[in-house]
C-alpha cells in the first residue's frame, strides 16, 4: 500500500510564500515521475508542474518564474516552492507520483489528499 501525504498549505497574503511538501511511503522502489496538480471552485484540475527522475521539470505558464518543483528521492518526498503568491493561485494542491512499487513492476499512480491554499489579503 502506497500512501502520499500532503503538507504545507494554508493562508498567505499575495505577494508571500508557502512551500508543498509531499512524502510516498509504503511499498515503493522509486518515484519516476512527480505533479504537482490544483483546483479551483468551479474549474477543473490542472497540472501546475512536474518533475522527472532526471530532475527535469516542466511548469503551466502561469507560474513561471515564481513556483519551483523539487525532489529528494533519498526521501520519497517532493516540493514545491511558492513564491510571489497571488489570488489567482488559491487552490487545493494535490500531489501526484508515478512510481514503480519493486524492480520490473508496470509504473502506478497515485495520489494525495489534497492541501488547501488560500491567498488573499
Known amino acids: 500500500q502506497v500512501q502520499l501525504v500532503e503538507s504545507g498549505g494554508g493562508l498567505v497574503q499575495p505577494g508571500g510564500s508557502l512551500r508543498l511538501s509531499c512524502e510516498a511511503s509504503g511499498s515503493i522502489f522509486a518515484v519516476n515521475i512527480w505533479g504537482w496538480y490544483r483546483q479551483a471552485p468551479g474549474k477543473q484540475r490542472e497540472l501546475v508542474a512536474r518533475i522527472t527522475s532526471g530532475g527535469n521539470a516542466n511548469y503551466v505558464e502561469s507560474v513561471k518564474g515564481r513556483f519551483t518543483i523539487s525532489r529528494d528521492d533519498a526521501k520519497n518526498t517532493a516540493y514545491l516552492q511558492m513564491n510571489n503568491l497571488k489570488p489567482e493561485d488559491t487552490a487545493v494542491y494535490y500531489c501526484?507520483?508515478?512510481?514503480?512499487?519493486?524492480?520490473?513492476?508496470?509504473?502506478?499512480?497515485?495520489w494525495g489528499q489534497g492541501t488547501q491554499v488560500t491567498v488573499s489579503s
Open positions: 501526484n507520483a508515478d512510481l514503480w512499487v519493486r524492480p520490473g513492476s508496470p509504473v502506478y499512480d497515485y
